[in-house]
């Protein structure tokens, strides 16, 4: 299957801080990514959808100013928490849609682990 | 799109017996339904997909079957193995979904036991 990286895989960081995550997909282009939050033992909860070129669209009840997304390639998208507290510790997926004709499909990242002292 | 009722939470199968994952969906403009495969502190890998216009798929010890007048579609695991366990994940996708977003179920975790 396609293959999606995330950076890093783990993150501690203190109250306060700022954090960036890295999604690229390594063997097609995506116009579009998406950002995904999981609580333990949970389903994928959607946070945001990243277009590349123009403003990523957030779901409701996620903070556009605490979770800053930029997708300024095709292969890469970030997500920055900014200014994090404890509750913002979690388990943060994105995807990557292949959608050469046929594929249409959603690639998922390995994940990366924040934990916010 | 809308919701995807996943059943059940948990399931317990011996080795080398089947097991059997059942979701249901509401919109009836879905034409895409994956499954992914979940390892504990990994990101979901896309195991098996079909879309609308087939009504069963197989790849090895994996198949998945849609009932479009139902609304519902199940992955069945033959022969399993330990590392089968994991958690499983249903979704569809609506033709009306906004930059193609999935649904998801709430997840199936599967435990194969020796």
């Known amino acids: 299957g396609a293959v999606v990286s995330q950076h890093p895989s783990r993150v501690i960081c203190k109250s306060g801080t700022s954090v960036k995550i890295e999604c690229r997909s390594l063997?097609?282009?995506?116009?579009?990514m998406f950002w995904y939050r999981q609580f333990p033992k949970k389903s994928l909860m959607l946070m945001a959808t990243?277009?590349?070129?123009?403003?990523?669209?957030?779901e409701q009840g996620v903070e556009k100013d605490k979770f800053l997304i930029n997708h300024a390639s095709l292969t890469l998208s970030t997500l920055t928490v900014t200014s994090a507290h404890p509750e913002d510790s979690s388990f943060y997926i994105c995807s990557a849609r292949d959608e050469f004709p046929g594929k249409e499909t959603q690639y998922f990242g390995p994940g990366t682990r924040l934990l916010v002292l | 799109g809308e919701n995807v009722e996943q059943h059940p939470s948990t399931l317990s199968v011996q080795e080398g017996d089947s097991a059997v994952i059942k979701c249901t969906y509401s919109?009836?403009?879905?034409?895409?339904f994956p499954w992914y495969k979940q390892e504990l502190g990994k990101g979901p890998q896309l195991i098996i997909d079909i879309r609308s216009n087939v009504g069963e798929k197989k790849d090895q010890r994996i198949a998945v079957t849609l009932n479009k007048t139902a609304k519902h579609f199940s992955l069945h695991i033959t022969e399993t193995q330990p590392e089968d366990s994991a958690v499983y994940f249903c979704a569809d996708k609506s033709l009306n979904a906004l930059w193609g977003k999935l649904q998801f179920g709430a997840g199936t975790q599967v435990v194969v036991t020796p």
């Open positions: 990243s277009n590349e070129g123009s403003k990523a669209t957030y």
């Open positions: 919109d009836s403009a879905s034409n895409y």
């Open positions: 063997d097609f282009q995506a116009t579009t």
